[in-house]
């Protein structure tokens, strides 16, 4: 489980039914644990949706070699809900 910044997502994403594609420490020692999901995020509803503590930041990452990847992040934890980005694959939105 997520830090408590980011669980109600992660709840309500895996209550959804969409399927978990990662669970863990994917980059540095900067990453706690980060869980990714097979569905694109909406992250503006998503903010409207959850009350989100000023630590959660949006994350934002196109690579072109090193994959991509679209969410939040948790600043003071660093933890992170990311689904696939919008701009690499067709998947379903969750909002």
Known sequence: MVCSHLKDIESAIIEAG???TYRGTPWS???REWVYFDCVLDLTELRKRFNLSECVKDHDHHGTHDGSEKG???SSCH?????VH???A???VFR
């Open 86 to 88: 919008p701009g690499t």
């Open 18 to 20: 969409i399927p978990e």
């Open 79 to 83: 933890d992170a809900i990311m689904g």
């Open 72 to 74: 939040f992040y948790c």
């Open 90 to 92: 067709s998947r379903p």
């Open 29 to 31: 020692r900067n990453c």
